[in-house]
């Protein structure tokens, strides 16, 4: 996409998107949750933006030994036109620059799309966490080598 640009999610950033954060973007990470990690030593977090509008962001927190990806989320009516996997390219490229070897989430079993993205970008499916999302949906642990 021409216009897309990324780049890293400022304060500013977070102001514009919290209105319509779980309306337009997703409806599990709340703005509580998404401003504390902005403020916290071990997140890093990215947007995709065309022009102004901010039409996806992701992040990952590091840990010693591996990084993890907290969230990816493209606004709904931008799916599918590559904006996830740009995202999570950039998170790949950022996890290596710090020199880590693994890059680690859990997505919902259910999660059909996002395991595909993730498949399609070399990660395995690794383990399960039972009953993980609100003791009802199983988590897949993913995870990269790189
Ligand atoms: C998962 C998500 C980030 C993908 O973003 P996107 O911009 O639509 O993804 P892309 O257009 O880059 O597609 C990348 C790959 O994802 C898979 N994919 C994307 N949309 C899909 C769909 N509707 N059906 C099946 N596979 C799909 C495909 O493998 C696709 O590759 P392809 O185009 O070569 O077939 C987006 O659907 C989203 O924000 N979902 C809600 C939040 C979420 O579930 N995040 C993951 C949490 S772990």
Redesign the pocket.
Known sequence: MDNLKISNMTISDFENISPTLTSD??D?WSCKTLYSELNNPHSHYIVAKIHTEIV?F?GIWKSVDDVH?T??????D???????????QKLISISKELKFKELT????SS????R?????FGFKELGIRKKYYNNTDDAIIMTLYM
Request: charged share 30%; aromatic share 12%.
């Open positions: 973007f997703d599990f996806g992701a990806i969230d990816i989320v493209v606004k709904k931008f799916r599918k036109r590559g904006i996830g996997s740009l995202l999570l989430l859990e997505v919902n999660n059909e799309v996002a595909k993205l993730y498949l399609k």
